[in-house]
């Protein structure tokens, strides 16, 4: 595993930040760490790469412990923080070579190179970083963050603040990027999982509150919900009876919203107008959006 974390509780002075958190991020995958602000997010982050300590519970990265083997945990794990402090009086180049000295990177002047090409920072390489937009600020910290090649990313809400085109292109770099190598994100923002994670786990108030792949998280209500327009009038009493139907709704004119068991029962509706004498002109199924799911877990 890329990242196992174990009953995991983190008290700042009365403050239950994180909560008997428990989850592995599997190598490769891009993982998204979903939650309102406040939920623990950072806190989590925080401790994955050594920056403080759990309160309890027990954290490995590529197998290391990041109480007992800080320094292997270091070098497996690339960090970009929430707010990143970059020295905006430097240029890209001499921030990066910078950095590449903390790491005892060898042949760093081709290693800087190197990482300014993976980020796309090549025409904005000769400014100071205090002269780069919020985009290109973020790919410095990006860049930093992989300086010394680590398996593991961790970017605690590498999109916040970016606009539209911005938040397009480092959503991008971050999918490339995640080719090759393990990445945990954190967002308070759906539509950022939807489109870059294969895994989302959500925290709320410090707990785990979903663990599962994206696509299933959408899947994990079970209940359906599907429109179907009749061709003529019908009454509502005796679309009940249609068996796995557990909830009818008029909605206009032959217009009905079926709450349902699963998939099966719009076999039982298809039946059921074929035998009543009535045809199904449309039937359309509703996925829940993330969103709502995400609202219903934290609310
Ligand atoms: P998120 O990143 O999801 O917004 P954080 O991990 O930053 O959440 O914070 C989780 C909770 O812990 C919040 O209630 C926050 O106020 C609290 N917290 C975070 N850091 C500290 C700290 N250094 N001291 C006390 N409380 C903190
Ligand atoms: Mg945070």
Request: charged share 25%.
């Amino acid at each position: 595993m890329s990242i196992e974390v174990k009953n995991v509780t983190k008290i700042y002075g009365r403050q239950r930040a994180l909560d008997d958190v428990s989850f592995v991020v599997e190598p490769g995958n891009i993982v998204g760490f979903l939650g309102p602000n406040g939920a623990g997010k950072s806190t989590m982050m925080k401790i994955i790469t050594c920056f403080i300590p759990q309160t309890s519970g027990e954290v490995k990265v590529c197998g290391f412990d990041v109480v007992d083997q800080p320094i292997d945990v270091k070098r497996q794990v690339g960090y970009l923080p929430e707010h990143n402090p970059l020295y905006l009086d430097m240029y890209v180049k001499e921030y990066l070579d910078f950095i590449g000295g903390v790491y005892k990177i060898s042949d760093r002047k081709n290693r800087v190179k190197e990482m300014i090409d993976m980020v796309g920072l090549g025409v904005e390489q000769n400014k100071k970083i205090g002269a780069l937009s919020k985009g290109y600020r973020q790919r410095v910290g990006l860049a930093q963050a992989m300086i010394h090649d680590p398996k593991v990313l961790i970017l605690d809400e590498p999109t916040t603040g970016l606009d539209p085109n911005q938040l397009e292109e480092i959503r991008e770099l971050i999918k490339q990027i995640g080719k090759e190598k393990t990445i945990m994100l954190s967002t308070h923002i759906m539509q950022e999982v939807e489109a870059i994670c294969d895994k989302t786990i959500i925290i709320n108030k410090g707990k785990i509150v979903a663990d599962n792949n994206t696509q299933a998280l959408r899947q994990q209500d079970s209940n359906l919900v599907l429109t179907v327009e009749f061709d003529k009038t019908i009454d509502q009493k005796q679309l009940l009876t249609i068996e796995g139907v557990i909830q009818v709704k008029h909605k206009s004119d032959n217009n009905w919203v079926f709450e349902v068991a699963n998939d099966a029962v719009r076999n039982n509706i298809f039946q059921f107008a074929v035998n009543h004498g009535l045809m199904v002109l449309t039937m359309q199924k509703e996925t829940k959006s993330l969103e709502q799911i995400f609202k219903k877990l934290t609310t």
